[in-house]
């Protein structure tokens, strides 16, 4: 059972080609306790590392795991241009083997669109949640199948469309910001010209107050125009966990991986029902904090190799 698995790093995998490299070691982790084995990521205890100890004390009473990931920043590097974003080296093969886990529901969470997102990974047969739970696709659908779409959105749908036209007509003057149509929502991107960050913000604030009807957000350089809703990452993250508790009579353990701020409505119902985890520094109180997305690999790895495996064997 603490035999690495076979294939770790997707390296065969054209889909991550040219993605970051795969370190098999947490450099952040300084216990040293890793450090002494050249099997650092399965190391078998984990008892020197607050969150595993955490995470693996939580599945000693939870024999479910509904585990959340979100996409950019967290399973894919962030990259200039958003549409060249991909799965960080070997995520694919973690996510398959999470998947085929007994003790897991498996969910991407993403503010992306789901087309897209559940694209760019890749992984048949787990949820996804796009649209920053605006949309959703259980396990088991496939892209052919429709795609569920909160009314919320369709009711959005002309005000999107008048604040589509109308910020790409008002951001002209902002060279490198661009507007990006998601459907049920838009993201403009300031990633391309941090200075003009905030005539950005006063220019999408005024739009979307004089369209109506939709709501602003505001993330790691992009804000977020959608629907004036309650759906939210927070929702869909339990909306899932609900479904197993009355399918199976019992709570799940509830976990979040993310990276921004709009994933705060899914930090605060994984705080609330088991472990939220935020990448980045700054980040919530409620939750745990990792530096970037190659330790994400990393606490991915270690559940699938060790968190998970008492569970498995019950
Ligand atoms: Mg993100």
Redesign the pocket.
């Known amino acids: 059972m603490s035999e690495r698995p076979p294939v770790a790093d997707g390296s065969d995998d054209p889909a991550n080609a040219d993605v970051d490299t795969d370190p098999t070691t947490d450099t952040r982790d300084t216990s040293g306790a890793a450090a002494t084995t050249d099997d650092a990521v399965t190391e078998p205890s984990g008892s020197d590392h607050p969150l595993r100890e955490r995470i693996a004390a939580e599945l000693r009473t939870h024999d479910h795991l509904v585990l959340c990931v ?5 399973l894919a590097p ?1 990259v200039s241009d958003p549409a060249s974003a991909a799965l960080r080296t070997g995520n694919r093969d973690r996510l398959e083997r999470l998947r085929d886990h007994p003790a897991v529901t498996l969910a991407v969470v ?2 992306r669109g789901l087309a897209d997102v559940r694209e760019r990974v890749g992984v048949e047969d787990i949820h996804y949640a796009g649209n920053a739970g605006l949309e959703r696709a259980v396990a088991g659908s496939d892209a052919d199948d429709p795609i569920e779409v909160h009314e919320d959105a369709r009711r959005a749908e002309p005000h999107l469309e008048r604040a589509r036209e109308t910020l790409r007509d008002r951001l002209g003057w902002a060279a490198g910001v661009s507007v990006e149509d998601k459907r049920w929502s838009l993201a403009v991107h300031t990633r391309n010209a941090p200075d003009t960050h905030e005539r950005v913000a006063e220019t999408v604030g005024r739009v979307v107050e004089r369209v109506g009807g939709l709501h602003v957000s505001e ?2 350089q992009v804000f977020e125009v959608g629907p004036a809703t309650d759906v939210n990452k927070g929702a869909a993250v339990s909306a899932l966990a609900d479904e197993h508790a009355e399918r199976h009579d019992a709570d799940p353990l509830v976990m979040y991986v ?3 701020r ?2 705060r409505s899914a930090f605060g119902v994984a705080a609330d029902r088991g472990v939220a985890v935020y ?1 980045g520094a700054d980040g919530p109180d409620e939750a745990h904090h990792v530096a970037d997305p190659t330790v994400v690999s990393d606490l991915l790895d270690w559940l699938v190799t060790t968190g998970l495996v008492p569970s498995a064997s019950e």
Not at 70 to 74: A, I, L, P
């Open positions: 979100d996409f950019d920043g967290t962030i993403s503010g993330g790691h993310g990276d921004d709009s994933d990448v």
